[in-house]
């Protein structure tokens, strides 16, 4: 059941349909309008009641006083030459409250098929062979984590996104696809920590994957997260180990660790590990560890061996990606060398390693750097180390 604190006025685009089936019975509704007015938005990106053509003026009015429209706007397209799209996302109800990324990444000529997560062939539903785009969307203006490397965590936070703020940059990523083009996987690997806003990020889901909506297969929808222990287990009972998980490792031993991301401090090794081994996968199911090779401090042959001790017995596969330098920040990107004797190490120990293949390079599409162009870094805190406290 949805919470009852939910504000379908001041969340239009996050509210579920059993919250549009309560708000129109009480306007004295049928409850197929609240049916339609929900596929509008989520099947067809209509957030404005006045494109919503199949229904009743009167109610239309109504859907306006009750503040319906799209929460998030197009501010910036930026198209690379590889067919990326970046887009700067702003928020119209709140100006000066900043901006996040959302990308919408093609498949590259020579991606594979991705078999494993290939849904069972449904007979009634012949499979049109569209061309499978990933949209990597943000969950917060900003991250209160702090991780060293990342212009998200240098900035420190500076709000959640709320629910329709998160599917809205779906919603909007559709707009921009080409012909013969469906975003088949999300990723929320954008700015932000999603297990940090757990609730909008749980609501979030449910909407990208709901049947009257996107209908996402929640398989193919991603949460990545510097590793938040307590909300991993309750994302994995929540959605039954459905949602795929990335872990962000990026080193194997605490002290590293902890110096790169002030997180490992809250959580370490000893606790993260055993929640990625509780995390209720489906069979045949792998998580993703990420890893972000920094030069000389977390690529050398050592860091391989240690990484490949740590995650034995694990059902893992693991992204190596070659930092994107900050600004700023004093961590440099991996010689090639490196990267690719990490891949060998681990891929002897019999793990899949694959290296992130750069994308939309000529926009500048790192994590979290378009939307921070400009921006200056503010005093970080960090409310989830048991109470704020400054970095
Ligand atoms: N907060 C979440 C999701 C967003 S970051 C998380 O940390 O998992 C998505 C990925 O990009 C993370 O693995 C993060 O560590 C990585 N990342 C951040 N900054 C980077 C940079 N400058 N270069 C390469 N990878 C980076
Ligand atoms: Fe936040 Fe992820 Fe960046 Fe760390 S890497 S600061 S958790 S966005």
């Known amino acids: 059941m949805p919470p ?52 009743a003026k009167t109610l239309r009015e109504k859907l306006t006083g009750a503040t319906l429209h799209m929460p998030v706007v197009i501010e910036r397209l930026h198209r690379a030459a590889d067919d990326t799209r970046k887009v700067l996302v702003g928020f119209p109800d709140t100006p000066g409250s900043g901006t996040v990324e959302t990308v919408l990444i093609p498949p590259m000529p020579d991606d594979d098929a991705d078999d494993e997560l290939d849904d069972e062939p449904n007979p009634a539903m012949p499979r049109i062979a569209a061309r499978r785009v990933t949209q990597c969307i943000s969950t917060q203006v900003g991250c209160a984590m702090g991780c060293v490397f990342c212009a998200s965590g240098v900035a420190g936070l500076k709000r959640h996104l709320t629910a329709g703020e998160i599917v809205g940059q779906v919603l909007l990523g559709r707009t921009l696809l080409d012909e013969g083009e469906a975003i088949r996987n999300v990723v929320l690997m954008g700015m932000g920590e999603p297990l940090h806003n757990y609730d909008a990020v749980a609501r979030a889901l449910r909407l990208l994957t ?14 990545s997260t510097s590793g938040l222990v307590p909300e991993i287990d309750r994302l994995g009972e929540d959605f039954r180990g459905e949602v795929a998980l990335a872990i962000s490792l990026h080193a194997p031993t605490d002290e590293l660790r902890s110096s790169l991301m002030p997180i490992n401090r809250r959580y370490p090794l000893a606790e993260l590990m055993p929640a990625l081994r509780r995390y209720p996968l489906a069979r045949r ?15 050398q042959a050592a860091h391989a061996r ?28 991996p010689v090639r060398d490196d990267v690719l004797s990490f891949q ?5 120990d019999g793990y899949s390693v694959f290296i992130r293949k750069t994308r939309g390079d000529d926009i500048d599409a790192a994590c979290g750097q378009l939307a921070l162009q400009g921006a200056k870094p503010v005093k970080r805190t960090l409310p989830v180390f048991g109470g704020a406290r400054d970095t």
Request: glycine letters at 8%; charged letters at 25%.
């Open 4 to 55: 009852a604190s939910h504000d379908i006025q001041r969340d239009p685009v996050g509210s579920y349909l059993e919250e549009w089936e309560a708000l129109l019975a009480g306007w004295g509704e049928r409850p197929f309008r609240a049916k339609q007015v929900f596929r509008w938005i989520h099947t067809r990106s209509v957030a404005d009641p006045a494109g919503m053509t199949d229904i």
């Open 210 to 223: 709901h049947r009257d909506g996107l209908d996402l297969s929640t398989r193919r929808v991603t949460v």
């Open 285 to 299: 199911r792998r998580i993703t560890v990420e890893y972000t090779l920094i030069r000389g401090v977390n690529d």
């Open 306 to 333: 240690a990484l490949s001790k740590l995650l034995r017995g694990l059902s893992v596969k693991v992204n190596l990606i070659p930092l994107n330098p900050v600004e700023g920040v004093p961590y440099a990107a």
């Open 344 to 348: 060998t190490r681990l891929r002897d």
